[in-house]
């Protein structure tokens, strides 16, 4: 087990280093001035030098690249002009408003991909499993932008049931509870949309891991020796397919956060997706590329921790048979 | 699709050990007589087929269909639906229908052309990792885990806000973090195919590695790469209308995401400039998933458990 963990360890290195390099070419391919972008078009050539110089932009590409290299090491992601301030502290600033969507909508919808995926594949071809795959399908189709929007317009809008925009009433100056219901209710439909698109791939995935499971012959055996269906579905054939469960969800994290942002600029919310939104009218690129390596090494780490939890629950995995 | 994907995925990484002759077997189904019958036969190909060919087909015939340009002021500003404009008027009185018609063609140009390149590449890299094996086969297997942990959406949003909006350089980077599957896939593909003893036998004969793996080995391993790449047009399309949408598409192409961020500022005012330009969107990417998913089931029959037929 140590060993198979080192050796995922060693594996996930380049693959970081590759993405910092990625980005980094990015950073300088890119068309455009950032001493011109923050001091403006007409500032005289010595103000410009001098800011070249301050923030290290004179110096040969190579050179540039190993500070780059090393300012990551030690965790800075770059330096937003606009803000002056670090990117990684204006993101961080931000994340949490934008975790407070998208973890509920990721456990409902990891509650409800899971049972209905288990009933449907214990139902193969009944109503209820052809509903759940039909609803997988446009769950696949439908830009959740959109979903946003048309939830807004109906349920905000014509019916008036939930607000609009916003995190919360900037009207009102709630305290206590009031405040966390004012907050969670402005919750309801941007959480609505994520779920919509969230549930699609952990329904379909649980559905055919358990059917795949349920073909096999212990629990046939286990079925012989007399237990019920159901507790051979639910302690046998499920805990089973937990792996590509597991694997889904883990492969998702950049969909999601995607997801997130998309519906965060529907709803206004005060999260990473208005953040992306203003960097990119205001040119504001170091948030931009910080938010997309950080992003990088997230998925590489959760693909790292989904093959340790794979390679516990699984000794094939680790003597790779 | 991304749990096929998945699936697909786990497959084509334990191909070096599991790949062997026996592994073209299934392919024998194909070619005998009945497949179109086998394909027509399954309500998801034929529905996702009609939705294709309608998608295609407006695309196509845009001009015909919708001859108003679809940034000409074609009325009064916020008409609603009516015979006139069918879809009402967008808040500079631009004809709605006339957008939906003329934004298929950037949609299905997006998809068409990522999904081709997805395969070019995936074929080559993949063939060519397969096909060499050992210190070329590690090296490029390191790069394609590499293109899939980038996080696509965002990588796209990066180069797309770095260095300007416009559709090439957003077919350019879809193109470039689409290609990890089909690599994967034409690798293991290539791995079952070259033992076969044609291949040896070309082998003898003096046929050079490079014309081996053209002419033989590459042709009988490409229809489950094609298939895969097919599965790639309907997430282009929604990941060329999410950046749109967020203002970083083509300004000088109509398309739907566009459509639907000038709408987001008019939500209030005008349901119908949201409403058609998604419902647009919606039916195209299920039409070409449906067809995707069809044509995997026809072509990688192993992952078929997870398919909408299963």
Redesign the interface.
Same mark, same amino acid.
């Given at each position: 087990m140590v060993r198979y963990t080192v050796r995922r360890l060693l594996q996930a290195v380049? *693959?970081v280093f590759?993405?910092s390099v990625?980005?980094w070419i /990015?950073?300088h391919?890119? %068309?455009?001035d950032p001493i011109v972008a923050l001091a403006g078009e007409d500032g005289d050539a010595g103000y410009y030098a001098m800011m070249r110089e301050r923030f290290g932009l004179d110096r040969p590409l190579h050179e540039q690249f190993f500070v780059y290299l090393g300012r990551l090491v030690q965790g800075d992601l770059g330096f937003s002009y606009r803000q002056n301030r670090s990117a990684v502290g204006v993101i961080l600033d931000q994340l949490p408003a934008t975790l407070l969507l998208m973890v509920p909508a990721l456990a409902i919808a990891t509650v409800i991909g899971i049972s209905v995926g288990t009933l449907a594949a214990a139902r193969k071809n009944s109503t209820l499993d052809n509903s759940a795959?039909t609803a997988?399908?446009?769950g696949?189709?439908?830009?959740v932008?959109? *979903?946003s929007?048309?939830l807004? *317009?109906l349920f905000a *809008?014509r019916f008036d049931w939930f607000p609009?925009q916003g995190r919360n009433d900037a009207r009102t100056d709630y305290e206590g509870l009031r405040a966390v219901l004012d907050v969670a209710h402005h919750m309801v439909l941007p959480v609505v949309a994520l779920v919509t698109v969230y549930v699609p %791939?952990?329904m379909?995935?649980t559905?055919?891991a358990v059917?795949?499971n349920l073909d096999e012959m212990y629990i046939r055996a286990a079925r012989a020796r007399g237990q019920s269906r159901r507790r051979v579905l639910i302690r046998h054939a499920l805990p089973n397919a937990m792996l %590509?469960i597991v694997?889904?969800i883990g492969?998702?994290i950049?969909?999601m956060?995607?997801g997130s942002v998309?519906v965060e600029?529907?709803f206004a919310w005060p999260g990473l997706g208005r953040l /992306? /939104?203003s960097a990119?009218?205001a040119?504001d690129?170091a948030i931009?590329?910080a938010? /997309?390596l950080m992003?990088?090494v997230t998925?590489?780490l959760m693909?790292l921790i989904t093959d340790l939890v794979y390679s516990l629950l699984d000794p094939r995995v680790r003597h790779g048979t | 699709m991304a749990d096929r994907l998945v699936a697909l995925r786990e497959r084509a990484v334990s191909g070096r050990r599991r790949a062997g002759p026996g592994d073209a077997d299934h392919r024998g189904a194909r070619g005998t007589g009945g497949s179109w019958r086998r394909f027509a036969s399954s309500p998801v190909a034929v529905v996702g087929l009609a939705l294709t060919a309608l998608f295609v087909l407006v695309a196509a015939l845009a001009y015909y269909i919708a001859p108003t340009d679809p940034f000409s002021f074609a009325g009064t500003p916020f008409e609603p639906p009516s015979p006139k404009h069918w879809l009402g008027t967008d808040d500079l009185g631009r004809d709605v229908f006339a957008g939906v018609v003329h934004g298929a063609r950037t949609s299905l140009f997006v998809g068409v052309a990522v999904a081709g390149a997805s395969l070019v590449i995936g074929t080559v890299v993949g063939g060519v990792a397969g096909f060499a094996g050992g210190k070329v086969d590690d090296l490029l297997m390191r790069v394609t885990e590499l293109s899939q942990v980038l996080p696509r959406f965002f990588l796209a949003l990066t180069v797309v806000a770095l260095f300007g909006p416009g559709l090439r350089n957003m077919v350019l980077v879809l193109a470039l973090t689409s290609w990890e599957l089909t690599a994967r896939v034409a690798r293991s593909g290539v791995l079952a195919v070259k033992e076969l003893e044609y291949v040896t036998a070309a082998e003898a004969l003096g046929s050079s590695p490079w014309r081996n793996l053209r002419t033989h080995v590459l042709p009988n391993a490409i229809a489950p790469v094609v298939a895969l790449a097919s599965l790639q047009v309907g997430g282009a399309i929604l990941i060329e209308a999410s950046l749109s949408f967020l203002g970083l598409g083509d300004p000088n192409v109509i398309s739907w995401g566009y459509m639907l961020n000038n709408a987001q500022s008019f939500v209030r005012r005008a349901w119908w400039m949201s409403v058609f330009p998604g419902l647009a969107i919606a039916v195209a990417v299920l039409g070409v998933n449906l067809l995707g998913d069809a044509l995997n089931d026809f072509w990688n029959p192993r992952s078929r458990t997870s398919g909408a037929s299963g």
């Amino acid at each position: 087990m140590v060993r198979y963990t080192v050796r995922r360890l060693l594996q996930a290195v380049p *693959l970081v280093f590759g993405a910092s390099v990625v980005t980094w070419i /990015l950073i300088h391919a890119a %068309p455009g001035d950032p001493i011109v972008a923050l001091a403006g078009e007409d500032g005289d050539a010595g103000y410009y030098a001098m800011m070249r110089e301050r923030f290290g932009l004179d110096r040969p590409l190579h050179e540039q690249f190993f500070v780059y290299l090393g300012r990551l090491v030690q965790g800075d992601l770059g330096f937003s002009y606009r803000q002056n301030r670090s990117a990684v502290g204006v993101i961080l600033d931000q994340l949490p408003a934008t975790l407070l969507l998208m973890v509920p909508a990721l456990a409902i919808a990891t509650v409800i991909g899971i049972s209905v995926g288990t009933l449907a594949a214990a139902r193969k071809n009944s109503t209820l499993d052809n509903s759940a795959r039909t609803a997988t399908l446009l769950g696949h189709a439908v830009p959740v932008f959109w *979903l946003s929007q048309v939830l807004l *317009l109906l349920f905000a *809008l014509r019916f008036d049931w939930f607000p609009v925009q916003g995190r919360n009433d900037a009207r009102t100056d709630y305290e206590g509870l009031r405040a966390v219901l004012d907050v969670a209710h402005h919750m309801v439909l941007p959480v609505v949309a994520l779920v919509t698109v969230y549930v699609p %791939p952990i329904m379909r995935v649980t559905r055919a891991a358990v059917i795949e499971n349920l073909d096999e012959m212990y629990i046939r055996a286990a079925r012989a020796r007399g237990q019920s269906r159901r507790r051979v579905l639910i302690r046998h054939a499920l805990p089973n397919a937990m792996l %590509p469960i597991v694997t889904v969800i883990g492969s998702q994290i950049g969909f999601m956060f995607a997801g997130s942002v998309l519906v965060e600029t529907v709803f206004a919310w005060p999260g990473l997706g208005r953040l /992306l /939104l203003s960097a990119i009218l205001a040119r504001d690129f170091a948030i931009i590329t910080a938010m /997309l390596l950080m992003l990088s090494v997230t998925i590489i780490l959760m693909n790292l921790i989904t093959d340790l939890v794979y390679s516990l629950l699984d000794p094939r995995v680790r003597h790779g048979t | 699709m991304a749990d096929r994907l998945v699936a697909l995925r786990e497959r084509a990484v334990s191909g070096r050990r599991r790949a062997g002759p026996g592994d073209a077997d299934h392919r024998g189904a194909r070619g005998t007589g009945g497949s179109w019958r086998r394909f027509a036969s399954s309500p998801v190909a034929v529905v996702g087929l009609a939705l294709t060919a309608l998608f295609v087909l407006v695309a196509a015939l845009a001009y015909y269909i919708a001859p108003t340009d679809p940034f000409s002021f074609a009325g009064t500003p916020f008409e609603p639906p009516s015979p006139k404009h069918w879809l009402g008027t967008d808040d500079l009185g631009r004809d709605v229908f006339a957008g939906v018609v003329h934004g298929a063609r950037t949609s299905l140009f997006v998809g068409v052309a990522v999904a081709g390149a997805s395969l070019v590449i995936g074929t080559v890299v993949g063939g060519v990792a397969g096909f060499a094996g050992g210190k070329v086969d590690d090296l490029l297997m390191r790069v394609t885990e590499l293109s899939q942990v980038l996080p696509r959406f965002f990588l796209a949003l990066t180069v797309v806000a770095l260095f300007g909006p416009g559709l090439r350089n957003m077919v350019l980077v879809l193109a470039l973090t689409s290609w990890e599957l089909t690599a994967r896939v034409a690798r293991s593909g290539v791995l079952a195919v070259k033992e076969l003893e044609y291949v040896t036998a070309a082998e003898a004969l003096g046929s050079s590695p490079w014309r081996n793996l053209r002419t033989h080995v590459l042709p009988n391993a490409i229809a489950p790469v094609v298939a895969l790449a097919s599965l790639q047009v309907g997430g282009a399309i929604l990941i060329e209308a999410s950046l749109s949408f967020l203002g970083l598409g083509d300004p000088n192409v109509i398309s739907w995401g566009y459509m639907l961020n000038n709408a987001q500022s008019f939500v209030r005012r005008a349901w119908w400039m949201s409403v058609f330009p998604g419902l647009a969107i919606a039916v195209a990417v299920l039409g070409v998933n449906l067809l995707g998913d069809a044509l995997n089931d026809f072509w990688n029959p192993r992952s078929r458990t997870s398919g909408a037929s299963g």
